[in-house]
């Protein structure tokens, strides 16, 4: 039996040194790793260049020192497994919460805003986070086009990268919102004559965006680096001045 929790606190150290029998050191390429070992079971931590990690080996269910209990659980986080952490490092410096993202662009609006992503981000947290600002660059410049404000070929540039972008994903969500979403969108003219259409389209991307029960359950925990075609989504992206 192994579990895993992520230490962020001396005093685990502390405790670990003064509670148990032995302590050794092992030294390895990536990490250094110190065994404690109690009488029925061990702890390891694994010492990387930026963050520690905590293992307790038991053969049978161990009751945690109050100490231990605190700590963040990671057993069975694919992300702080040994292939995850080579690819992609310390998941601490990867990791976001999109709804703050998605708040960076309602402030930006139209102004120029650079998104940076990384290989160990999750592959459903950054679709989200394209879909929802290619959606909202599409929508602001709708509005603009009917004050004719902007030409017709701005808005259309815009409607082409955001139909590219639903369809990348849809091995990322479920299939059938987005097959929903897209026959709304498809068709830029219906978007602008019958108002109906594009209601029932914001109406329905809204409840995508937010919900999480629309990812595919196969894909939602995939870092980006394993999607073939995520150069392509992060062109779609890019803004230009």
Do not use: W
């Amino acid at each position: 039996m192994k579990r895993e929790f992520l230490v962020e606190d001396k005093k685990v150290e502390d405790y670990l040194q003064k509670n148990s029998l032995t302590c050794k050191l092992y030294r390895y390429k990536d990490k250094n790793s110190y065994m404690y070992e109690f009488s029925d079971f061990s702890y390891v931590i694994e010492e990387y260049k930026d963050f520690k990690k905590l293992v307790l080996i038991s053969e049978e269910d161990v009751v945690l020192d109050e100490v231990i209990a605190n700590l963040e659980e990671l057993t069975n986080d694919k992300r702080y497994s040994k292939e995850y952490l080579k690819l992609f490092g310390n998941p601490k410096n990867y990791e976001f919460d999109e709804k703050k993202i998605f708040e960076k662009c309602d402030s930006a609006g139209l102004t120029r805003l650079d998104l940076h992503f990384t290989d160990g981000m999750s592959g459903a947290k950054v679709f989200r986070v394209v879909l929802y600002r290619l959606n909202q660059i599409f929508t602001l410049e709708y509005a603009q086009y009917l004050k004719k404000e902007i030409e017709y070929e701005v808005l259309e540039k815009t409607h082409k990268k955001l139909t590219k972008a639903l369809k990348y994903s849809k091995k990322v969500f479920d299939q059938q919102i987005i097959k929903q979403i897209k026959t709304d969108f498809e068709d830029l003219y219906m978007l602008l004559n019958h108002q109906e259409t594009f209601q029932r389209y914001v109406l329905n991307f809204q409840m995508f965006i937010y919900e999480d029960s629309f990812y595919n359950a196969n894909y939602a925990d995939k870092p980006i680096h394993f999607f073939d075609k995520k150069e392509k989504l992060f062109n779609l992206i890019k803004e230009k001045k």
